[in-house]
């Protein structure tokens, strides 16, 4: 029961908030974006991870840097789960394609109660603009746990940008190495309030799952600076 919640926790977590799947976005230099949320999943047993705390800042023109950690409470046991740090680079963007390399070093304390093998990650995300308010973003994940066999993730969604309000449609897939490969679907919101602080949120359900099949939800806001 824990080992399923631990191997679902990085799908949720390191991710493109309120999304499971990352864009190619990036703060501009100088720039900080930090997102304080919290996340829930409820399966075989229920989950929460709160606080979230998500920290980007554009180091670099076009590039990000990434330190993200949660806290993870889970029956009667609570503890620091799995710590990302990462470098974005989006190095190709226009009005109507832009595209980003995604490195991520994923690891656990030591004493952690959810301790698993530390992982590499790299993720392709793609944004295409389809029109003046419709996006596509997609990204490809390829996952390196050490000492364990590589497999990899794609998702992909349609943004719908409404005055302050953004509207999201989600499919991500999961390869399983040794069972039915996963299937999610996550709706997600963002509304800004107003410039530099946003409310986000999602909510999703695995509809194809060599367990049982889970709900889960992510619910914060998004401050940038």
Not at 210 to 217: D, I
């Amino acid at each position: 029961m824990l080992k399923k919640i631990i191997l679902f926790l990085p799908l949720l977590l390191y991710a493109g908030p309120p999304m499971l799947s990352d864009d190619p976005d990036v703060p501009d230099y100088g720039e900080f974006e930090i997102n304080f949320a919290s996340e829930f999943e409820r399966g075989e047993s229920r989950t929460l991870t709160i606080p979230i705390v998500d920290f980007n800042y554009g180091i670099f023109p076009n590039v990000q840097f990434t330190v993200e950690s949660g806290y993870m409470w889970e029956g009667g046991q609570n503890d620091f789960g799995a710590t990302e740090i990462a470098l974005k680079y989006n190095f190709y963007c226009n009005d109507i394609f832009s595209i980003a390399l995604y490195p991520h070093y994923i690891f656990y304390a030591n004493d952690s109660l959810f301790k698993e093998s530390n992982s590499w990650e790299m993720m392709l995300p793609m944004r295409f603009k389809l029109s003046e308010n419709l996006s596509l973003v997609s990204n490809l994940t390829y996952l390196k746990p050490l000492g364990e066999q590589s497999h990899s993730e794609f998702g992909s969604y349609l943004e719908y940008e409404q005055e302050s309000s953004s509207y999201y449609l989600e499919g991500y897939w999961e390869e399983e190495l040794e069972a039915k490969d996963r299937l999610l679907v996550n709706l997600g919101y963002l509304h800004e309030f107003y410039e530099g602080l946003a409310f986000i949120g999602s909510v999703g359900y695995e509809v194809q799952s060599s367990q049982l099949r889970a709900t889960f939800g992510y619910l914060g806001m998004q401050v940038s600076f």
